[in-house]
């Protein structure tokens, strides 16, 4: 597949629609609005990664961590895994062309019913029908499935004999990932998937259906312009009622013009929970009237990754990578194996547990991350015998989703993005998924490793990698930072409660005002779709769907 992206000295000073961001919300926005007939330009901090080109060693991937906290940043602006310490929680998320669909599981499910219906969303969300036709459009390009072979990895059997005697029903959930070549709806040719356990790292086979893969070729085939290496700092309004976007270069071609300003008619901030959340701040401190909600509501989902060190049987969740590294062991994705706990009375109480795999470039470091907690011994036997023999071919990876309180708020503290949420170690969530995973571990004779890593400045808060709100969804300005339709409430004076800023939209994460219980990309997605339907029908667009045709691809 050719490179999307274009050189910046391309970039256009106006175009008919600016996105900021290019994950799931981006994503669909550039696809659908260009086959729309606008003029559209994506704007993205991070860099393009082609595939082949994801870390399969230690030595490339230590170079694709920034981390920043209250007096720390280290790392460049453009490294993949963006890590934000904060007092209370810190925060994972992905940087690059596509965004969290990069390195995440790709695991695709739909919440229950229940968190639609709930009090935190505008009614019209369950009420109007297009949540449903959201999820429909979504499922169609992002195609997700269950792995046909699923069972036979080992860590899905081991997690099924854990859970024995514990409840819960174990499934092969859905990934958004190609199990055997195809040409997806973006007219994009895709490899099967070679279960070579790396998703986490970025697809170096070209499996999975990441936005890169589907949304963002089909925006560029119909017009869109792409662009990497610009970070948004603020959005203004000029007295033409254009909306101005404010920018500046972070990638190597910054060259000397390194400070962009770009007008459109509609700006759409994609740029994820805390880049979404970040700008408007920044955009209120320069004038912008808006919702005294901004930054509240964020959640961690209920979140939580942990290990199981010891187990008796073999695990095999260490990915292998591609090329495989070595030879006779076939791991899954990352995610093969789901284990749901259902609870009919109290939604809280539901949740997923996942067994994960770590990808390949993270191999030689493992046994170093454990030696903090006391396993030196077993450390050292498998920097001897590698971590596909020794103690670590019997490791367990957790990923855990379910129900958090959302009681997180963002402010700028020291020109810098913070997280206040006190006691959030505290939510109940936590104790529940600790006992649960606690049991599986101890059901596989191994020993529950809640976090590895917190003799380091990781300490003991909690973490997540699906951070969601910040922006929250409401009824009126008093309620929500934007509306049903995704529309970003004016906080003029004078203006009504439910007044918008013509022309400036949040479509992303940041819009969820509550926790999902579950991975959250399909449904940012099918909220992205329903935006994008409820666009047309305001402005009289029409647009199409239907996926590349096999004249159109070739």
Not at 224 to 253: C, H, N, Q, S
Not at 506 to 517: E, H, K, N, T, W
Request: glycine letters at 12%; charged letters at 20%.
């Amino acid at each position: 597949m050719p490179r999307l992206s274009l050189p910046l000295s391309l970039l256009k000073t106006r175009y008919d629609v600016v996105v900021v961001g290019s994950g799931y919300g981006g994503g669909v926005t550039a696809s659908r609005l260009s086959r729309a007939g606008k003029r559209v330009a994506v704007l993205e901090r991070g860099r393009e990664i082609e595939t082949g080109a994801f870390p399969q060693k230690f030595g490339e991937l230590k170079g694709e961590f920034q981390v920043t906290g209250k007096s720390l940043r280290t790392g460049s602006e453009q490294a993949i895994y963006d890590v934000r310490l904060g007092k209370d929680m810190h925060v994972l998320v992905a940087c690059g062309l596509g965004g969290g669909s990069l390195v995440n599981a790709g695991v695709s499910l739909v919440p229950d019913r229940r968190v639609f219906t709930d009090e935190a969303w505008p009614g019209q969300v369950a009420q109007d029908g297009t949540l449903e036709e959201g999820y429909r459009r979504a499922e169609q390009w992002l195609r997700p499935a269950s792995d046909p072979r699923a069972r036979e990895m080992n860590k899905y059997g081991v997690l099924e004999r854990a859970s024995e005697g514990i409840g819960g029903t174990l499934v092969a959930p859905r990934l958004a990932v190609s199990y055997e070549d195809t040409v997806n709806p973006a007219g994009v040719a895709q490899k099967a998937c070679t279960r070579c356990g790396d998703c986490c790292a970025g697809c170096n086979v070209g499996a999975k259906n990441t936005v890169a893969m589907t949304y963002l070729p089909d925006a560029v085939r119909h017009g869109a312009e792409l662009f990497t290496g610009l970070k948004v700092d603020t959005v203004g309004k000029g007295g033409d009622g254009t909306w101005r976007v404010r920018a500046r270069a972070i990638g190597p071609e910054r060259g000397d013009a390194s400070e962009f300003e770009i007008e459109a008619a509609v700006v759409v901030l994609a740029a994820g929970t805390l880049g979404s959340t970040e700008i408007l701040l920044r955009s209120r401190e320069a004038g912008l009237a808006l919702s005294d909600r901004l930054g509240a509501r964020f959640s961690a989902n209920g979140d939580i990754i942990a290990f199981g060190y010891g187990a008796k049987p073999v695990v095999n969740a260490i990915g292998v990578g591609h090329p495989a590294k070595v030879e006779g062991i076939e791991v899954g994705a990352a995610v093969s194996g789901q284990l749901e706990f259902r609870d009919a009375d109290a939604l809280a109480n539901e949740l997923n547990v996942q067994e994960g795999a770590l990808p390949s470039a993270f191999a030689s470091v493992l046994p170093v991350m454990f030696i903090p907690n006391g396993r030196l011994l077993g450390a050292l036997s498998s920097l001897v015998n590698g971590v596909y023999k020794g103690p670590f071919a019997h490791l367990q990876t957790f990923f855990a989703v379910s129900h958090d309180s959302a009681s997180g708020r963002f402010s700028l503290e020291d020109d810098q993005l913070a997280l206040a949420w006190e006691n959030a170690k505290d939510e109940p969530v936590y104790a529940r998924l600790d006992a649960i995973l606690s049991r599986l571990v101890a059901a596989s004779g191994g020993t529950y490793v809640k976090n590895p890593l917190a003799g380091t400045v990781m300490g003991h808060q909690p973490a997540t990698a699906h951070p969601l709100g910040g922006c929250g969804m409401g009824r009126d300005r008093h309620d929500g930072v934007v509306d049903h339709k995704c529309r970003v409430f004016s906080g003029a004076p004078g203006a009504g409660d439910t007044d918008v800023h013509e022309g400036l939209y949040v479509i992303d994460g940041a819009v969820i005002p509550r926790s999902l219980g579950v991975n959250p990309l399909l449904t940012i997605a099918a909220l992205s779709e329903r935006a994008m339907l409820h666009f047309a029908a305001d402005r009289g667009l029409r647009y199409t769907t239907a996926p590349v045709s096999p004249a159109e691809a070739a």
